[in-house]
């Protein structure tokens, strides 16, 4: 197809196609003239990937770039692969925490009070470090169980996730890797604020005010 | 203290304390002298908010001027206040997802789906269709039992969340909602991240690699 149809077929604007196209993030169409080219349903699937990630997954053209590298051309363990792709994540959520590339000591603490296995250097456990550090700054009182409680039920989904993981396409597991990090991220947290929204107006709501405004 | 101590015990510099006094944040002190003021414990504890909020919780300070105004002068009904915290939140993570300040029909359907109680036109219903488009556009598996699977785990947690926020207090319960969204957000994105990582290292490093760069 040529790149007015493959505009038609994405609806993203021949102006963004060429950008992407440009930057290297879609690769270029076969050239039919000097002027023309064509393009095919691979192209048209790598688009809409593109936009999941620059869209609500919310990924800078860089990100978006080492993210598809790591598509392109996958290391052999599916362990390194996916621990790259994490990485590439965790680089691009401005989190450090440690410092120059050091890996953080209250994180890896943490990590290892939990038993989890988290390869030396990991970035999250910068993000983890300040995430607490916060909440200690700001004495938020924690639910009964702390932290624990919490990685529990996260690590009970995290493995139920890495099983639909599948593990004979490296591709098509750094894929599901990569995209279910950025794009379930956005709906743990949307879904977070709805649930606190529902358990306050069930805790606060019914008697006092009549719940007008609450229920649906 | 002056604000020469202030900025000593907070780890603050003082240009920053002068900012955050001319942006309003921080309550003026009480003046001693032309050209000389003193503070107390309760700019303390406030500048040590401002800290969390800006820093790890990443919000802006328009944003961090609408929580401490919230928090200041909290509506009479909790549930109220609650919904005007998490309101608050949600317009200052840029997803908007509906248009005008219109309710999103997807997320409001959703919702409804789990049986669950939200305020008209919250900005998360926004939030929650724009993670759940950018999710099938991409085609990506989600867990068995999908959304509603998430959901269950989430709002489990939220139930026990909503239940640590002190209904005596309208300050308090506006500070713990506050503080609970924004500084825990972070540490469950960095506890899935990490468990996503051990997740994939349990299933994928065993054997293969005999697990020389996954284990602590």
Same sequence: chains 1, 2.
Wanted: glycine share 12%; net charge negative.
């Amino acid at each position: 197809m040529r790149i007015s149809e493959l505009s038609r077929r994405s609806a993203v604007p021949t102006a963004t196609i060429k950008y992407y196209l440009r930057e290297g993030l879609l690769p270029a169409g076969r050239l039919t003239s000097a002027t023309q080219a064509q393009y095919d349903e691979s192209h048209l699937s790598r688009l809409r990937l593109i936009r999941a990630l620059v869209g609500p997954g919310g990924l800078s053209i860089a990100t978006v770039r080492s993210v598809l590298a790591a598509i392109d051309d996958p290391p052999e363990s599916p362990l390194e692969l996916l621990g790259r792709a994490t990485e590439v994540l965790s680089a691009s959520s401005g989190g450090d925490g440690g410092s120059d590339g050091g890996e953080d000591p209250v994180g890896r603490r943490t990590v290892a009070g939990l038993g989890w296995s988290i390869a030396p250097g990991s970035a999250a456990l910068g993000e983890l470090a300040a995430a607490l550090a916060a909440i200690d700054e700001a004495q938020l009182t924690l639910l009964e169980g702390g932290v624990v409680r919490y990685a529990g039920l996260i690590h009970e989904l995290a493995v139920e996730e890495v099983a639909t993981v599948p593990d004979d396409s490296p591709e098509a597991a750094v894929r599901q890797v990569v995209l279910g990090t950025v794009l379930i991220e956005p709906l743990i947290v949307a879904l977070r604020r709805l649930a606190l929204q529902d358990a306050a107006a069930r805790r606060f709501g019914g008697a006092e005010r009549g719940g007008q405004s609450c229920r649906v």
